[in-house]
């Protein structure tokens, strides 16, 4: 994936999580910050950051940093 | 405990009682109620709660809630042997803009803590007061008076699940069973049956007393509880304290004429 | 704190979400604030709130009338209160320990009514609410704000804990509601805001229903129809004044909201103009005092009138 450190600062940063918590095998529900709240506003910073507007299904189907990279590429993000 | 030190404030709260509900004249007044919880409130004002007109709203003050209003005469009488109101204002019951109605008004300056007369509702402030004790780790105890009839509102029992819930043993609840309510007996018009157990069955610290005793009354007031709140189901007489309204409903709500105030008061 | 960033997001996530977003924001300013509920969290966005603040939040079960003697007790002890659950049960469940504790004893709360209006026509009108405003309405001293968007349902609980009086905050509207408010702007609780101006018609609205009225003002522009659309997040007190103001200017005033067209906003700007010399004619659209079958949030819109298309009907109707 070409922007992936682009991504992976998103991440990092709308989930406002330590970038030590951080790694590519987060999903979901697996740290507090990433609850329902944290999702959207997550869904949200990528929305932004690539100028992408994400189907309702994609975004219930967003469940770990590594499914996003694939759900991207429909969205010609990678 | 000075024993008669406790009965002369319960002889006392029963004669301003009838003074005041005979001077309220045909506007007439709550009296049975007021009675029957005369020696349950004498016992808390003289010997028990920590609260007096110099510090009046201070934040360590023990509460006293009258979750069943109507019995007002009662509180009102007990301030003016506190000392917290003036005798001069129980002439001004039920009057016009006063501050002493039929039902307590909130002036926390005398010692009023919160508006009742709608049943069902006292407890449940003395739930969020209890739980503001704790967090704010104060010391201080709320007491309040719940009528037996007022037990048929289910808004009561939302309460105490909420105070066993809580561990709540900084609130104690007396039930002044005097086994009457507006239209009749409670075993007719909505039988509460075993009160006592229904409240243990809560997740109450419960006992059961003789609500006109003052020793016992003071007794299971002093007594200590861990992490429940703590009932006292006492058993009254509606009425107590003058023959004529002992057990007689009639006596709820109504009128002292100058003939039977006359007969009365030689009883007090 | 970017509010643009913020509008977005808060409107992704509707009112509720929102909610409990403010709420980590309000318990830093006010630490002595508590936050109660009859067994909601999840949907009232406060389960982050709960794990972060456990002293601060009481939960006292699907017991409501507890949950305002409680509250009302906690506020008598100095505490700062918000209660919250869902819009039937907030108001109409305790509505007499809301009169006792908030109205004659003046207890001050903030009691926050989740999902109001018509937005959970799915469950049945149990779940739904268009009976509150009115019925809170003829309580003494609680203020009724219903706001338009999350980014003002921001503001409106800012002021609100600092508020003389306990207030009522209407939510309308879920996820992905609609922004009304797309960057800052002047807000005060009891000032209405104009959003839009136009000389022949206008139409005031509250909550998020006033999408509808700004898409439907939209649409008679283009038929020549100018309309105002007034945002009247508080409708009690009522801006009498703005009130006036609308009925001088234009022929034609039409209140919106998601309510009952008795008791609600459409009676509070009703009683104003009753009382006030005007040639201006007022039409009330919203529930017409019937309970309609459920549905979805778009079904129940249009068997109100609430709807973009029925909207503009009812204006070419009325000029």
Known sequence: MKNKKKYTEIFIESLSIDKKKFS????????????????????????????????TDDIVDFSSFKKGIQILKKYKVD | MNLKKLENFARNIRKNIIFTAFKAGAKSAHIGGALSAADIIAVLYSSIMKIKK???????????????????????????????????DLETFESDGSNLLGHPIINKLSG?????????????????????????????????????????????????????????????????????QQTGKNSSIMDLKDLTSKFKSFGCSTTEINGHNVKKIYQSLMSKTTNKPKVIVANTIKGKGIKLFENDNNWHHSIITKSIYKNIIKEI | MNIQNNI????????????????????????????????????????????KYPDKYIDVGIAEQNLI???????????????????????LRCCEQIKVNLGYMKHKIC??????GLVLGNLGFTHCSIEDIGILRSIPNISIVVPSDPFELFKTLDQAIEHKNSVYIRLTAGSNSKIIN????????????????????????????????????TVLKEKNIKCSVVNMHTVKPIDKEKVIELAKKHKLIVTVEEHNIIGGLGSAVAEVLAEDKNNCKLVRIGAKDFYSPGGSYDYLKDIYGLSVEKIIQTVFLNL
């Open chain 1, 24 to 55: 590519e095998k987060l999903k979901y529900n697996d740290i507090p910050e990433w609850d329902s709240i944290g999702h959207m506003t997550l869904m949200s910073a990528l929305e932004e950051g690539f100028k992408i507007s994400l189907d």
């Open chain 3, 111 to 116: 009691m926050v009514g989740l999902a109001s």
């Open chain 2, 112 to 180: 009023i803590e919160f508006s009742t007369g709608s049943l069902g509702m006292g407890l449940s402030l003395g739930v969020g007061v209890a739980l503001a004790a704790k967090k704010k780790q104060k010391k201080y105890k709320t007491y309040v008076i719940l009528g037996d009839g007022e037990c048929n509102e289910g808004s009561i029992w939302e309460s105490i699940l909420c105070a066993s819930h809580f561990k709540l043993d900084n609130i104690v609840i007396i039930v002044d069973k005097n086994n009457f």
């Open chain 3, 69 to 91: 003697g409680v509250s009302a007790g906690l506020s008598s002890e100095g505490f700062k209160v918000i209660s919250t659950t869902f819009a039937p049960f907030q108001t």
């Open chain 2, 54 to 88: 110099q510090k009046i709203l201070d934040d360590n003050r023990d509460r006293f809630i009258l979750s069943k209003g109507h019995a007002c005469l009662a509180l009102y009488s007990a301030l003016v042997e506190k000392k917290i109101i003036k005798r001069k």
């Open chain 3, 8 to 51: 977005k997001l808060w409107s992704s996530l509707g009112m509720r979400a929102t909610f409990g977003l403010i709420a980590m924001e309000l318990v830093k300013k006010h630490p002595n604030l508590i936050i109660t509920t009859s067994d909601v969290s999840t949907s009232a966005g406060l389960d982050r709130y709960k794990n």
């Open chain 3, 182 to 217: 797309d960057k800052d702007y002047e807000f005060e609780i009891g000032k209405a805001v104009e959003i839009k101006s136009g000389e022949d018609v206008s139409i005031i609205g509250c909550g998020n229903i006033l999408w509808n009225c700004l898409e439907a003002a």
